[in-house]
């Protein structure tokens, strides 16, 4: 069977082989590729030119693709350098057609998406930072304001015992004032978990959760595994900002009654899902809120994933889980 020469001219790198691996074309853009500059051409084997590639993959791909035809596309780094890799029939009825591998540069692609993440994540840094300051100075300043004017208002009660209008007043006024510190300090907690500096990321949640709780009337069941790994801050506070905005829906948009809290570890990853019983909503109706869509950007900067299930009456759980080296950090603790 004559088999026809890969196309020329463009910056895609082709070499055709058959079922086995055995290189039966090449184009020239295949020959200048690093790494490919061994490969001469007709009968040679296109192993020798892969060498550090997984050859059993490689078997496996090129006679699945024989036998069951279609395409098989994968990403991987070739001599140094990333690239798209499609393999497929040159006769796509033809079970006996040779095999076209075409390799795609894209490490060009790669890399500056590498650096638009690299960025984003400067960026969340320099915005956490920028909210933990903030946190910081309303704490420092309005904290000490309301504190000072809630021991005024407590002193007023004092000087006035015999009016029972004016003490009324006083008691009416000091509830306010307590009320008003305590919704501040949930404002504090949202901006920038002040927990996290000092308590491990379990302690910070379990916290938060309790006082959640005890603000919002919402009944939280928060359960935690025994040895969550410590991990660096932006992972941290992705894991915390969506316990933050899984218990604001709950609170704000469910209508829920109860909500179930779990943080746990897998192989290789730290997990949390946040889960109520409330109204849920329609996935395919409604669009995600900002918050939402914000988490799943935070989590995708940091290799990680987030989702949200729901359905009308069945109420939302929402997930998310950031990698890191659970062993090695466990055995390190």
Not at 179 to 205: K, N, V
Not at 270 to 286: L, N, P, Q, T
Request: aromatic share 6%.
């Amino acid at each position: 069977m004559e088999t026809r020469n890969p196309p020329s001219g463009f910056d895609d790198s082709v070499v055709i082989v058959d079922s086995s691996g055995q290189v039966l074309e090449v184009n020239d853009h295949f020959r200048i590729w690093p790494g490919h500059a061994a490969v001469p051409g007709a009968s040679a084997d296109f192993w020798s030119s892969e060498a550090a590639a997984p050859l059993v993959q490689r078997r496996f791909l090129l006679a699945n693709v024989a036998t069951a035809g279609g395409v098989t596309r994968l990403v991987e780094r070739v001599s140094g350098r990333w690239a798209r890799i499609s393999i497929h029939r040159i006769e796509p009825e033809n079970r006996e057609s040779p095999l076209a591998v075409v390799y795609r540069d894209i490490d060009s692609v790669v890399s500056a998406e590498e650096e638009l993440k690299r960025l984003r994540l400067k960026i969340l840094t320099i915005q956490e930072d920028e909210r933990r300051a903030i946190s910081q100075n309303l704490h420092d300043e309005l904290g000490q304001g309301m504190t000072a004017l809630l021991f005024t208002v407590r002193a007023l009660d004092d000087v006035a015992p015999a009016s029972p209008e004016l003490s009324r007043a006083v008691r009416d006024a000091t509830a306010q004032v307590e009320l008003l510190t305590r919704r501040m300090r949930q404002i504090f907690y949202r901006i920038r978990p002040p927990s996290l500096r000092d308590a491990s990321l379990p302690e910070a949640m379990a916290d938060y959760c309790a006082t959640t709780a005890q603000s919002s009337g919402l009944k939280i069941l928060f359960d935690a595994e025994d040895a969550i790994p410590a991990m660096d801050g932006a992972k941290a506070t992705a894991l915390y900002r969506l316990l933050q905005e899984g218990l604001n829906n709950a609170i704000k948009h469910a209508s829920a009654q109860s909500v179930w809290v779990t943080l746990g570890t897998d192989a290789d990853s730290v997990y949390i899902a946040v889960e109520d019983d409330g109204r849920g909503f329609d996935k395919e109706s409604s669009s995600a809120g900002i918050g939402i869509a914000g988490l799943r950007e935070r989590f995708s900067m940091l290799e990680g994933d987030s989702h949200v299930d729901t359905r009308p009456g069945g109420g939302t759980r929402l997930s998310g889980s950031v990698p890191v080296n659970v062993m090695t950090e466990r055995s390190a603790t």
